[in-house]
């Protein structure tokens, strides 16, 4: 890649979490997330013989999708920049594609429910990053920086917390979920094949009030 695509992701790594914002919570080692591997569905896993998925695995010019298969998910913060919430999602195995892969974290705060999404196209060449209220009357997204780490294969997003309602301590992040799915660059174009995605991940759901 020619340059280092900045950029965090994470519509749906169904899981409740609940920690305070203040503090370092989950690691890579110990994250509050975990999803199963190979538990990918859509029309080209579900019906990979089919006349439809075989044209499109061709034009994906792909035979494996562990760059979707989620393994785990946390959140944390830095000491040195308190005004930052950082999110980061491990992939089974993270690589470019031709086509669209997109990478979105969920939550919901004081009530609020917000998303941090990336796109990731053209063999890693074009990325697009932004976080906000999720929301169809919300039309205000703001840039947000993302990193592709693809030796780790972890995406990490930097949120400022004042796009995502400046939580304090005390505060909870819950039903927060991590959705990864793969399109056509040309998004129309996937309709052909599919619905919706013509592949998804998203980790199971469970429901946790427990306050910290």
């Not at 792909?62 to 830095?78: G, L, P, R, V």
Request: proline share 4%.
């Amino acid at each position: 890649m020619k340059k280092k695509i900045l950029g965090i992701v994470v519509c749906m790594l169904l899981i409740t979490i609940i920690l305070p914002i203040t503090v370092i919570a989950g690691d890579e080692n110990d994250p509050e997330i975990r999803d199963n591997l190979n538990d990918l569905w859509g029309p080209l896993v579900d019906h990979p013989t089919s006349v439809r998925s075989q044209i499109a695995l061709a034009l994906l010019h792909t035979n494996s999708f562990d760059f979707i298969d989620i393994n785990c998910s946390w959140f944390y913060e830095n000491i040195s920049e308190s005004g930052y919430l950082y999110a980061a999602l491990k992939l089974n195995d993270l690589s470019v594609n031709p086509q669209r892969t997109i990478y979105t974290i969920h939550w919901k705060c004081n009530g609020v429910p917000y998303t941090v999404w990336s796109h990731l196209y053209n063999n890693g060449q074009n990325c697009i990053s932004f976080v906000g209220v999720d929301s169809r009357f919300n039309h205000r997204w703001h840039n947000v920086e993302v990193t592709y780490d693809f030796n780790r294969s972890i995406v990490t997003f930097k949120m400022d917390k004042k796009y995502i309602g400046v939580p304090k301590s005390g505060d909870l992040l819950i039903r927060t979920f991590a959705w990864t799915a793969l399109r056509f660059n040309f998004e129309p174009f996937t309709l052909l094949f599919s619905k919706g995605e013509l592949v998804l991940d998203a980790a199971p759901f469970i429901e946790n009030n427990t306050e910290l």
